[in-house]
């Protein structure tokens, strides 16, 4: 089986790439490489001995998108492929719907014409707003706070409105909360261009000694030690839950034919930790002082979020297993390997 994985060459989507080859299911990289860099395909070739097939290219280009779905014999879209930055989505809303919702409907309107009708869809916890309460599960009521969030929320709705539509559909959301990591190889792993918009490579790239200091955005929420918490989860444990979810629809969970229709699912650890833990792990980790400055509340914030993911593991048989000293040490190993990213 041949599968599209959009923003393949991603920190998520790459990873991935991994996870479906240790499944036997053949990734085809579709990325425009806005936040990617294409040396990650050689690095996916050493760690797995398969070069995959890639395309440059965009989710809003109808007629690439109609080439590549048609030349490769795709059978399922894993859809990665959009801007993720909480921060950035509040001054940019424009363009995070273009980017997020527009060119989604377009991909999926060429999925439809050519009858491929299985996606995998790259969704996030913020599709919960401020929680009601925790640890959040997938009957939580759905809002956000911010323009990245609400064009999240808007693909869900689509997703879901597409499966009731059409019953040969199977559509899936991943709501993923916090991924860190890398690959224990240490031959990839989250390096986002610029500044960092996400606490572990900013904390990794300061003790690599390229930023001076970590900024923790607000040390007044109510939480333990006042710093925002989070459920981190490690990018293995993430990636393999795409699989998991995939191959147990796909199969009707052992049962004849394909268990279509909507699923949503939390992929998270359960466990929240806070933004000075997460310092203290990596100091710990790294064996050096993490400097960090106390800086205003970001606009979008939330004081604090962890899953509840006991429905994946019900149903898809999935649990992250991976420690806050396991994504301490890969992102510290992947950092001193490449210290200024693959370029």
């Not at 491929?116 to 309460?133: D, H, L, R």
């Not at 009521?141 to 499966?163: F, H, R």
């Not at 996400?198 to 109510?222: E, H, K, W």
């Amino acid at each position: 089986m041949k599968v599209l994985v959009t923003g393949g060459m991603g920190y998520i989507g790459s990873h991935t790439c991994i996870a479906l080859h240790k499944a036997g299911i053949t990734p085809v990289i579709y990325d425009n490489l806005s936040n990617a860099s294409v040396k990650v395909f050689d690095q996916l070739f050493t760690i797995t001995g398969e070069r995959f097939d890639y395309v440059i290219g965009d989710i809003g280009d109808e007629a690439m998108l109609t080439k590549v779905l048609k030349e490769h014999k795709i059978e399922a879209v894993f859809h990665f492929a959009a801007l993720k930055a909480v921060g950035e989505s509040t001054e940019q809303p424009v363009n995070y719907y273009q980017n997020n919702v527009a060119k989604t409907l377009t991909m999926l309107k060429v999925m439809s014409k050519l009858d491929i009708k299985k996606i995998i869809f790259s969704s996030s916890a913020t599709v919960y707003g401020e929680p009601q309460y925790l640890p959040i599960d997938e009957k939580h009521p759905i809002s956000s706070t911010n323009p990245y969030g609400w064009s999240k929320v808007m693909v869900e709705q689509i997703l879901k409105d597409l499966a009731q539509s059409d019953e040969q559909w199977l559509t899936i959301a991943l709501r993923y909360f916090n991924p860190v990591g890398a690959h224990e190889s240490g031959l990839i792993g989250e390096s986002p261009k610029g500044i960092p918009n996400n606490l572990m490579p900013f904390i990794a790239q300061t003790a690599v000694g390229r930023r001076d200091c970590v900024s923790v955005f607000g040390d007044d929420y109510d939480t333990p030690d006042g710093t925002g918490v989070r459920d981190y989860i490690h990018i293995t444990d993430l990636a393999a839950g795409h699989v998991d979810a995939f191959l147990h629809h796909q199969k009707g969970a052992g049962q004849t034919g394909t268990d279509t229709g909507n699923h949503a699912y939390n992929l998270g650890t359960g466990q929240g930790y806070s933004v000075l833990e997460m310092i203290k792990a990596f100091a710990d980790a790294s064996q050096k002082e993490i400097p960090y400055t106390l800086a205003p509340r970001r606009s979008g914030d939330i004081a604090c979020n962890y899953a509840d993911a006991s429905l994946a593991e019900t149903n898809l048989g999935w649990r992250a297993t991976k420690t806050i000293e396991d994504m301490a040490a890969d992102t510290w190993r992947w950092q001193t390997t490449y210290p200024n990213g693959l370029e």
